[in-house]
């Protein structure tokens, strides 16, 4: 059973199960309800109610979703324990506020961060963001008072949770930039994004590309169904290890692979998953995987066979991808993580993320973002 706050108000719906959630506060004369799920069945239980409200948030990062949350669950909740907030209406779910708790509950953190999260946040809708970051603040504050801390990462600048911060009342509130999320805003055709390079990266774009394309046969294959998507998912681990930083060869070594074969599967199920191929006379030479989702496509990871490197692989995968993405009318093209040069060579421009600390000095979490212990 979920655990409620407050005072009594009404009753919520779960999967056909009623629970008594308890009442946070009222505004004019609407029920608003805050109840916190950390039972080990927790994200079974929200599933129905979670995927609903995410299907009304257009915008929300696939980060935020049921599938991803309950994938890195299964897969990395190692001794922690779900710590999930909703915020209620009536029998309506307003926010999900997707936590988990250190094993000895002493330090919340948002549910999947560190190295294979790029966003975390509330899930809610744009009309309901004010009053969910206000019960949310006052939750983490009252939290922080019974002597808990919050470590809250990567948080997306656009977030309505960093407003909350401005509250100076209450317990110590940091804010940290961490890194940036490099993005594209697309226009209507290809030759508008051109247009809209530098003269010096407009010319080697095309360059490259001419280059790529009398090398041979050159063919862009892309999995979208999960039959397709697990199909293509071998070559893309190849791809990635063998064209990897050897710093970040070990991302997707076996454990990795086994919890991103289980999520691409589950998210291609809803249709927001694009694993596209590169071939060359039939031979795989490069590969991204994508997450794609109303007008944003987020390039997630991505890999390229060495041995062609001559004629820029991964760079022409990628050209291809954006170009793809102007043709399909999205908006939005977002690197995630990290400031590798070839992102602004694609005319990127910087997105942060944030730390948010509550009731400590100092963050006390590990350099991948995982609560310290």
């Known amino acids: 059973m979920p655990r409620s706050l407050r005072d009594s108000c009404s009753a919520f719906m779960v999967d056909g199960t009623l629970h008594p959630p308890r009442a946070l506060s009222r505004q004019q004369g609407a029920c608003v309800n805050l109840t916190l799920w950390d039972q080990p069945d927790a994200l079974d239980r929200l599933r129905a109610p979670w995927s609903a409200l995410f299907d009304r948030c257009p915008d929300a990062p696939i980060f935020l979703s049921w599938e991803w949350a309950s994938t890195w669950w299964a897969h990395f909740q190692d001794g922690r324990r779900p710590h999930i907030l909703t915020i209620e209406e009536g029998n309506t779910v307003l926010a999900v506020v997707p936590l988990m708790s250190s094993p000895d509950g002493s330090r919340?953190?948002?549910?999947?961060?560190?190295?294979?999260?790029?966003?975390?946040?509330?899930?809610?809708?744009?009309?309901?963001?004010?009053?969910?970051?206000?019960?949310?603040?006052?939750?983490?504050?009252?939290?922080?008072?019974?002597g808990s801390a919050a470590i809250l990462e990567p948080i997306p600048a656009e977030s309505a949770l960093l407003d909350g911060a401005s509250d100076g009342a209450g317990p110590i509130i940091n804010l940290h930039r961490l890194e940036t999320c490099p993005t594209v805003s697309l226009p209507d055709t290809w030759e508008?994004?051109?247009?809209?390079?530098?003269?010096?990266?407009?010319?080697?774009?095309?360059?490259?590309?001419?280059?790529?394309?009398?090398?041979?046969?050159?063919?862009?294959?892309?999995a979208v169904d999960p039959q397709q998507v697990l199909d293509?998912?071998?070559?893309?681990?190849?791809?990635?290890?063998?064209?990897?930083?050897?710093?970040?060869?070990?991302?997707?070594?076996?454990?990795?692979?086994?919890?991103?074969?289980?999520?691409?599967?589950?998210?291609?199920?809803?249709?927001?998953?694009?694993?596209?191929?590169?071939?060359?006379?039939g031979a795989d030479i490069a590969s991204v995987l994508s997450f794609d989702r109303e007008s944003t496509v987020a390039l997630y990871n991505s890999g390229f066979d060495p041995q062609y490197r001559p004629i820029s692989p991964g760079l022409i995968i990628i050209a291809h991808e954006l170009q793809s993405a102007i043709e399909r009318g999205r908006r939005t093209y977002d690197f995630l993580r990290g400031d590798e040069p070839y992102k602004y060579d694609f005319g990127a421009e910087d997105r942060f993320v944030w730390r948010m600390c509550l009731g400590l000095e100092a963050p006390l979490c590990t350099e991948d973002g995982s609560l310290a212990e």
Not at 108 to 128: K, M, P, R
Not at 240 to 267: C, G, I, M, N, Y
């Open 232 to 281: 293509s998912l071998p070559s893309f681990f190849r791809l990635h290890q063998s064209s990897a930083d050897p710093r970040k060869a070990q991302f997707l070594e076996l454990p990795l692979q086994h919890f991103f074969t289980e999520v691409s599967v589950a998210l291609a199920g809803r249709g927001w998953l694009r694993l596209s191929t590169l071939q060359l006379d």
């Open 108 to 146: 919340l953190a948002f549910l999947g961060n560190g190295q294979t999260t790029d966003y975390a946040d509330l899930l809610v809708t744009g009309a309901e963001q004010r009053q969910a970051v206000a019960a949310l603040m006052g939750y983490l504050k009252d939290a922080v008072a019974n």
């Open 192 to 222: 508008g994004y051109l247009a809209r390079l530098s003269r010096t990266d407009r010319h080697e774009l095309r360059r490259k590309m001419r280059r790529a394309e009398s090398a041979g046969q050159l063919v862009c294959n892309v």
